[in-house]
């Protein structure tokens, strides 16, 4: 008895808290928005959203058109300190880098009519703010008014809480680039659309939204830029419109706005509307939020700490808001989606807000594994995109957008179709990743691959033809040959047809500079790029050095340890990149970019987690047989450098990737090489896992001895048998089964160091 309430009482004071339930109250959308444009901490806003909804709902804090649409400390860009909030806006923006498209807002006011954002702007405290991803409340404090929201797919309801008043107002702003406003009093209903961009769609883009009052309005205006116009004149088009329209209310008087909208036609949006039916703001936050638990109670864990759980689950929301639908339900039931490829609107699915270069390295894997059904929608998205512009994307937003380099669409595709996830025309799917390799978009360079004529010649892209990060295209291309290669088998393709793939995924090799044991650029004439300096960033790189991209060999490590002459000489490099200062050269950017200073201050020498190349890289120890550096350095990542709070992430979030990395590592496992049907082993975070698959089996992850201290694996046990390899099969995975840890604080030196432990890499198939 007295050893269970010993027990009761360590886990009380320790911090440690059992089974969670209702997983969504741990989630904080806050974490990631403290950022700024010189030092990013997620570079995120609150996503008041459904799990990948088309439309996402958040405070306005930034001006119209800032891709810092809200800063939890009230600094912006240019140095200014403001907290206040100009609207609340539905938003499809990806990142701040990106931008956002299809966007409007809508702001409560009192006493006089203020539609200029500056004018109207409140100030507010986060005190006074509810955040979840399913309901959002703030007091604006200048206008005595609070307001809460709670959104669906593709419509929100809004309820607005006044004080008591004969002006009370609510301003409709449509923002520039070209917008419409109508107001129809006798319906109590305003429409219109916005055309605001930052990219990536055709000449008819629009995004038409209805706003449907419960309540008449006393008055009704439009505006165009800052001038309100005479009440006779309830239509406008314009550079900048907007809406105003009144009521009389009483204290704690509640005005009732729902609002949806649609990219197809302002019809579309009135049928989108029926997703809130009559059902009162408390309904569709309980509906979201069991929604929303539902999703996220696919994983549960036990015997953690709360900030760990706030931590799990919130990076868990994080991975499930992109890619988000950009496709419609009909007035017959059909699924149907505007094209931002062509601007027809066609039949079937489509995603988009998804930059493949980051998420192709764990935020698809882990959808294949948690969520297939989901992905299965995306992937016909894929190919519906193929068909309607001739590329997959390689950065949608909602069309092509010129960002990164690589082909990753080529691993996303591989790694669905590799397990099971099979897209109904496979046709189609082989053509458009052929196409792909060997071609490049004639508008969008970063779509298809730039410089393929180069890299199919002479087996890499040079760095003295006028085709910038030269070294990482290679790279990258040779992993995507890979994946090429392992689809046309999977097909059935001649292997006259699939063989210059295989053959091309070893192009990494070319690059290898022995004297250095780096990856480095070279020229046409086939000469290495001198002087040679491992520490600067950009040049022959994205975003990063020698340092990073240089493990960038994702399908064959046991390649790349042979280049550097065996496992030691590849781990102390591995070791290397930990114990160097954080040196860096920026004379290619002619300033220190955010990644390079996050890098500098997390105090991991030159391992820049902040950005995606190098996030794989600590799973490579497995590769050379010391998996306990893997375990300590996985552990010591989610330790340092992930926190549930505004400052939460150490450098760009990017479309759920760096949280899903967080998903997979508390798991205790990674796909490094995504189509390879393997998971590398980790250092599992919580006592207890349970994932629930959408087959009906489940995989459980028992470590009962896990503790801060205790991040090394001493022995492990697949349905009670021993296992001592540095991988899982998610085959077997997906069958359903129990493993169980057995974890020290002192390294086991002795598991994990054969040969047939080892995950699997091209060179030894």
Known sequence: MYKHLFLILFLLTSGYIGAVENPVRYVNPQMGTQSNHALSTGNLYPAIARPWGMNCWTPQMGKMGNGWTYTYGGIYPEGTFEQKIKGFKQTHQPSPWIND?????????????????????????????????????VYLADYDVTTEFSPTDRACIFRFTYPETDSAYLVVDAFDKGSYVKVIPEKNRIV???????????????????????????????FSEKRILKKDTLEMQANHVGAVVGFKTKRKSQIVARIASSFISPEQALLNLKELGDAPLETIARQGKDEWNGVLGKIEVQGGTTDEYKTFYTCLYRSLLFPRKFFEIDASGKTVH????????????????????????CLFPFLNLMYPSVNAQIQEGLINTYKESGFFPEWASPGHRGCMVGNNSASVLADAFLQGIRVQDTEALWKGLINGANAVHPKVSSTGRLGYDYYNKLGYVPCNVKINESAARTLEYAYDDWCIYQVGKALGKP??????????????????????????????????????????????????????????????????????????PFINMLDTVFALPPIFDDSYYGSTIHEIREMQIMNMGNYAHGNQPI??????????????????????????????????????EDN??????????????????PGSGQYVVGSPLFKKAILHLENGRQITIDAPDNSEQNVYIESMQIDGKPYAKNYFSIAEMKKGLTIDIRMSAQPNKQRGICKEDLPYSFSYR
């Open 101 to 137: 498209y299809g966007q409007f807002s809508i702001m409560p006011v009192t006493g006089k009519k203020v539609v200029d954002q500056y004018e109207r702007a409140s100030w507010f405290s986060h005190k006074a703010e509810v955040t979840t991803p399913y309901y959002y409340s």
């Open 192 to 222: 219109g659309y916005s055309t605001r961009n930052s990219g990536g769609v055709p000449s008819n883009f629009k995004n038409y939204f209805v706003i449907q009052f419960e309540q008449p309005f006393l008055s009704a205006e439009v």
């Open 338 to 361: 505007y094209s931002p490829y062509n601007g027809q609107v066609l039949p079937g699915f489509m995603y988009t807000d998804t930059g493949f270069w980051d998420t192709f390295r």
């Open 495 to 568: 292997s006259k047809e699939i063989d210059i793939y295989a053959k091309r995924s070893l192009n990494y090799k070319n690059l290898f500079r022995k004297e250095y044991n780096l990856m480095c650029g070279k020229k046409e004439n086939g000469q290495f790029s001198d002087p040679f300096n491992p520490f600067k960033w950009g040049g022959d790189f994205t975003e990063g050095n020698a340092l990073h991209y240089t493990w960038s060999v994702f399908h064959d490590p046991q390649g790349l340890i042979e280049l550097m002459g065996g496992k030691t």
């Open 615 to 652: 996030q794989h890289m600590i799973y490579l120890y497995d590769y050379a047989g010391e998996p306990w550096k893997t375990q300590f350095r996985v552990r010591d990542v989610m330790r340092r450098l992930y926190s549930p709070t505004p400052d939460g992430y150490c450098g760009d």
């Open 656 to 673: 759920g990737q760096t949280s899903a990395w967080y998903v997979f590592s508390a798991l205790g496992f990674y796909p490094v090489c």
